[in-house]
């Protein structure tokens, strides 16, 4: 699998900017990248508050939805997004993915909410989910959620051989993408995927820093801190090269409830 993670300068508040932006990503890596992910809440913009955020939510099935789809169709690419998501009177931070035909393979609601701002607009999701591409079965996170050894294992328990966490990491926090995102890939013998927003936002400055991370946790692809898409392959042979060598999921004797 040829990935690519769309590091971007946000366009806050501005759907309609951010979609042009992820079209003209999309076409340019067009028959070059199997998949295209984009950082947390790349819809809206991570730091819009609560009231543009509410405003600005959609359903899964609503007109950005479609627009990503369509682009999913033109370029036959598969594209990760985030988006502030409606469903009923709750919202949730969310990522949903298309396939090369447009038509919807999995949508992951953010399970652990770091801070007051966000408990205060989403309800945490509740499940992993996951969904297959090419030879490759892959698993949503966002942001706080990969910074648990647990969330990744259990996506690794539930089959995943790449992880794919949209994020949207200040500088002041830059040692989780440095240090953090190899280790959580070579501890559950995964793929792992860090998209990060570049710039400033509102108060924010973003880490950038995204990577695309082995099973054995060498670095294959690592972002600056501006705008740009980074690229690597993904081998399956990978994989079960890793986890022969250091089979920590076999050989542990611990659950989430103690020794085993």
Request: aromatic fraction near 8%; glycine fraction near 8%.
């Amino acid at each position: 699998m040829r990935l690519a993670l769309f590091q971007n300068d946000c366009h806050p508040g501005d759907p309609a900017g951010q979609l042009g932006a992820l079209a003209r990503v999309a076409r340019d890596w067009a028959g070059r990248a199997d998949l295209l992910v984009t950082p947390e809440l790349f819809m809206t913009g991570y730091r819009i508050g609560a009231e543009a955020t509410r405003h600005l939510a959609e359903p899964a099935s609503g007109p950005f939805a479609d627009g990503v789809a369509a682009l999913a169709r033109e370029t036959g690419m598969a594209i990760l997004y985030g988006f502030p998501e409606r469903d009923g009177a709750r919202l949730y931070n969310s990522a949903q993915v298309f396939d090369g035909a447009g038509q919807p393979l999995a949508l992951y609601r953010k399970i652990h909410l770091p801070n007051d701002e966000e408990r205060a607009i989403f309800t945490p999701g509740d499940r992993i989910v996951t969904f297959d591409l090419l030879a490759f079965r892959v698993a949503p996170l966002i942001c706080y959620d990969v910074e648990f050894p647990e969330s990744v294992r259990a996506c690794a328990a539930a089959g995943a051989d790449l992880v794919l966490a949209p994020t949207a990491l200040r500088q002041h926090w830059r040692q989780i993408a440095e240090m953090m995102m190899p280790v959580r890939a070579l501890e559950s013998g995964v793929y792992l995927a860090y998209c990060n927003q570049a710039g400033v936002e509102a108060d924010w400055a973003y880490a950038g820093l995204s990577c695309i991370c082995a099973p054995d946790g060498s670095v294959l692809a690592r972002a600056g801190s501006g705008a740009e898409v980074i690229v690597a392959t993904l081998e399956r042979a990978a994989i079960s090269a890793a986890r022969s060598r250091l089979p920590y999921r076999q050989d542990g004797r611990f659950s989430l409830s103690g020794p085993n």
